[in-house]
């Protein structure tokens, strides 16, 4: 297994397939999506190589991120192969939905365990104000057709925005009363491009927490292979609610986390620096040497981001590596 200098262990591979993304999400990609390379995308073929090795290496998780995996046409291949490679046991993924409900059912044919669906209000006018898109509606429809899919781990992503969505946390519980589903709060992150907005809409995950808790919701423990969420859950109601919090004290002490780009490189770090080039071996087929270089990057990772010092490393916007 793959351990770094600090003996945190990594299980947990997040994938992305494609920077591009067609919302315009004010805290990612205001302006919309406008390619910065040739868009040579890692292939199936490497993409086999890269799940093969990292499967060697003890990965028994992997998210599919973007930008937006979506808008990939074999998105169902790249599931169905992360799904016959021998010990991964979990196929996430996370997107913004917008042909969830046209795909859901392929996706979850091809093998597909868990679903994460952007969401960030529940407002039809609010959500298209934040992401560009009227879709809060479809969007919705295809969760519901998730849940009959046969897909039991669905979570709804809400990035806390303080003058969009951080007084609608009533409206959000009151939607998983009934379902058996997650919202997960993620505290907004300061990237290259957004420090304006950042400092503008910045809540932190601690008041939500202290809500919860003041109506009765309990810290839950931490699943294996869980991602960083801290979650919640109340007698009263079947979802759970998580918090993702990354300026809060320690937050980097139980990661698990490798990611990898859509053009091939290896992140020790959201906010890392430029990432790791390990394409020439992708595109070899060459299992062997992508697990030799995946063990000698791993002992340059570093004890914590520095997000609180407002160092953000070469991440400009979260499209860039899916978060």
Known sequence: M???????????????????????????????????????????????????????LGMRKVRITGGEPGLRKDLPDIISLCRSTAGIEQIALTTNGFNLEKNIQHWADAGLTALNVSADSLDTQLFASLTGQAKLQTILRGIAKAEQSGIKNIKLNAVLLKHFNGQQLDEYLAWIKQRNLAIRFIELMEVGSNKTFFNKQHISGEVIKGKLLDQGWFAMPRAPLAGPAQEFSHPDYQGRVGLIMPYSKDFCQNCNRLRMSAMGKLHLCLFSEQGINIRPWLTAGDVKGTCEAVRQALTDKSASH??????TGATKHLAMIGG
């Open 2 to 56: 793959l351990t770094d200098n600090f003996g945190r262990q990594f299980q947990y591979l997040r994938l992305s397939i494609t920077d591009a993304c067609n919302f315009r999400c004010q805290y990612c990609l205001p302006n919309g999506y406008h390619a910065e390379h040739d868009r040579q995308f890692l292939s199936l073929n490497e993409i086999d190589t890269l799940i093969t090795a990292f499967a060697r």
């Open 306 to 311: 520095s997000l609180h010092l407002h160092q």
